[in-house]
């Protein structure tokens, strides 16, 4: 069986959701739209469709299935697609898979549960229940800062002996830099781990990550590449280079308190010529002054 890395490449986008800013409802025909950009640029080597970047917790499952078969549509085989199962209840999760699966979408990322904190076992029933309920690959996402709680290694290693199908994860490396590491401790040399924060991307790598999974790679999907391949080719101050100026720019995403950063990445994905709208509430928009910031490091790094 392929490794689901080389299948899904260094550079997974999670797609932004774009929504009408008169009415907030989903805007699909843009969705298309920056599914096709993100391709016809090289930016990608895979999609996400759905995950907390695409901000799921705002939407409706009818949203979202229409959102899945959309944008599988519009990427027309060209590069691989990841179903999104991110929800609350593990029966939502499994009913994702299943209808990506039917939609025949290449794998899913199955968020861990968020909100009720639960123990190690219940987290590991929920994937477990997962992986039992579709044959598609499946990629655990962990982000111990939304979920409340995070996957140790233990439970990792009891789900990827238990289910053949749960091959891969990707980890929210910037709440602790050093557990890629724990994870290959407890996991096959076939088992692929992806990067889930922009910042951690070289950190990752150096790990044993197959890359990452970028949304700030809407806007600055050839920097990432170009320090990627400077990385893997051996040129570490030269990827390191291109790493330090990346770095203000996705610090400042996360800039005047806002621990979720879509309102000021929309902002600067907007100011790219890409329409994806406003985040929907909770998530108040960028002000003016951030959206001159976002602009300021864009000319920065010669993408405006």
């Keep these: 069986m392929q490794k689901l890395g080389d299948k899904l490449g260094h550079i997974i986008i999670p797609l932004a959701t774009p929504f009408h800013n008169d009415s907030l409802k989903v805007n699909y025909d843009a969705a298309a739209r920056l599914a096709d950009h993100v391709i016809a640029e090289g930016k990608c080597d895979s999609l996400i469709v759905s995950g907390t970047s695409g901000e799921f917790n705002a ?28 929800a609350n209840s593990t029966c939502n999760v499994v009913r994702l898979a299943q209808e990506a699966e039917k939609l025949g979408y290449d794998a899913v990322m199955a968020l861990g549960p968020c909100y009720c904190k639960p123990t190690q076992q219940g987290g590991y029933l929920h994937f477990a229940h997962v992986a039992q309920s579709t044959s ?86 050839k920097l990432m590449r170009k320090m990627i391949n400077a990385f893997v080719n051996g040129d570490v101050i030269g990827a390191r280079k291109i790493h330090m100026d990346l770095d203000p720019l996705f610090k400042a995403f996360g800039s005047n308190g806002r621990l979720n950063p879509i309102p000021l990445w ?27 910031i976002m602009r300021s490091h864009l000319e920065r790094l010669e993408i405006l």
């Design 59 to 86: 939407m409706s499952m009818q949203e979202r299935l229409e959102l899945y078969r959309v944008t599988k549509d519009a990427v027309g085989g060209r590069v691989p697609v990841v179903a999104g199962a991110c």
């Design 136 to 221: 598609l690959p499946i990629m655990l996402y962990n982000i111990p800062i939304f979920m409340g709680f995070n996957l140790e290694k233990e439970t990792l290693g009891r789900l990827v002996e238990n289910f053949e199908n749960i091959v891969a994860i990707k980890d929210e490396a910037g709440i602790n830099p050093t557990q890629m590491s724990d994870y290959r401790q407890v996991v096959p040399d076939d088992f692929t781990i992806y990067n889930g924060d922009d910042i951690m991307v070289l950190c990752g790598l150096a790990q044993g990550a197959a890359g990452v999974v970028s949304g700030g790679s809407i806007v600055i999907g």
């Design 266 to 292: 929309k902002a600067a994905i907007n100011l790219c010529g890409l329409d994806v709208g406003l985040p929907r509430l909770p998530l108040e928009p960028a002000t003016q002054a951030e959206i001159n």
